[in-house]
């Protein structure tokens, strides 16, 4: 389950959870008020009702099916009201109770599923309405009038339910994409590589398929910050992003790691593949040089790699491996990529440069 979708569901969960409260005494002081007014029917349905919103106001907070609870208390309830305002001996103010449908829907159920419900629930009320209370004992103007009263009511409460939904809607995906973005590249951040990678791995596990992680290190780049400036070391590492932007699939995601390191979540590509991909990265790096006003500057790269599986099933420890090779290579001279550990004392392990 995504983060945004656990988001979504928390904050569905404390509105259910308003709403069931108040279906609980709402259902007890209706039950007592229609038995007296001799609607035991529809006395006995609130009640029941009332008592099975307070058991779902206490489930509802652990339930892992939480949209199936929905379901199962919002069709009732939307029943309930349509019912209510069929019989015979109720009043017309029941049709106050049809207008929150959009609200209740839109809200707990989000804008595609909330929108249906709406639509449907709606038009039965609206119906249920007129089959009671347009008569032939009004004239005809008074008939149109209340007709158009509660159409436009119901339909103004659906746009206004689905707009405000909408906006909602955007802005939650706005936020989480700033969330997740870095803001000198553009490039997803650690949280959003961190997300993906969950994603993918699973994706990746379940067809078994390789993937591969790299992590990038711009070589001496602490020079470039020294003698041409701060400013123009960022608009070097724009130009790194934009590169590897470019020059990578958009199924492999690509973030920025820190300071001047990248990060490549190379997905269906095994360590040498990778490694080949990798290395033809750096090579054309090396022939793309950063122009600035007054000068060329030449960037390189070194990279470590690390394959997952074989390296390990977390991202920290993916990540810890590709930093070790990682290291290795400027150890080693810089401006390379190492995808296997180096040899060690014992004479065990290789080198792939
Ligand atoms: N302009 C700019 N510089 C940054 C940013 N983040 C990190 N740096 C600089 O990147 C440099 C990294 O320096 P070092 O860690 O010494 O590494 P290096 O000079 O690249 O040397 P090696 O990694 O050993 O090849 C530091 O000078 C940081 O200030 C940034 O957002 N903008």
């Not at 009320?125 to 509660?150: C, D, P, Q």
């Not at 090779?325 to 296997?340: D, P």
Request: aromatic share 12%.
């Amino acid at each position: 389950m995504t983060d945004q979708l656990v988001q979504n569901i928390q904050y569905r969960r404390d509105v259910m959870r308003v709403l069931l409260i108040i279906t609980f005494i709402g259902g007890c002081i209706f039950s007592v008020v229609n038995f007296q007014r001799g609607l035991w029917q529809l006395a006995l349905i609130e009640l029941v009702y009332g008592l099975f919103s307070l058991w779902l106001w206490r489930r509802i907070l652990t339930t892992e099916h939480f949209q199936r609870w929905v379901t199962i208390y919002v069709v009732p309830f939307f029943i309930i009201m349509i019912y209510g305002l069929s019989v015979p001996q109720s009043s017309e103010s029941i049709f106050v109770w049809i207008l929150t449908i959009p609200v209740i829907s839109y809200l707990l159920m989000g804008r595609k599923q909330g929108f249906w419900f709406s639509l449907t629930f709606i038009i039965c009320g609206i119906l249920a309405y007129h089959w009671r209370f347009i008569s032939t004992e009004h004239n005809f103007s008074l008939n149109v009038a209340i007709s158009v009263n509660v159409i436009l009511s119901s339909f103004l409460m659906m746009t206004f339910a689905h707009v405000y939904e909408k906006n909602r809607e955007q802005n939650e995906d706005r936020l989480l994409s700033l969330a997740g973005t870095d803001p000198l590249t553009g490039l997803a951040n650690r949280m959003k590589l961190n997300e993906s990678f969950h994603q993918l791995s699973a994706l990746a596990a379940r067809h078994q398929d390789p993937l591969t992680v790299v992590l990038f290190d711009l070589d001496l780049f602490k020079s470039i910050n020294d003698v041409h400036g701060h400013a123009v070391g960022d608009d070097a590492l724009r130009h790194v992003a934009n590169f590897l932007q470019k020059n990578t699939r958009k199924s492999d995601l690509l973030a920025r790691f820190g300071g001047e390191e990248f990060a490549l979540l190379m997905v269906a590509t095994d360590i040498d593949k990778g490694h080949q991909q990798v290395n033809a990265l750096r090579k054309l790096l090396m022939k793309t040089p950063f122009t600035t006003q007054k000068c060329e500057i030449q960037i390189t790269l070194s990279a470590g790699i690390a394959s997952f599986g074989q390296d390990g099933h977390d991202l920290d420890n993916l990540l810890d491996k590709a930093d070790k090779r990682l290291y290795f290579a400027k150890e080693n001279g810089r401006n390379q990529v190492i995808s296997q550990d180096p040899i060690t004392a014992n004479g065990t392990g290789n080198l792939k440069v």
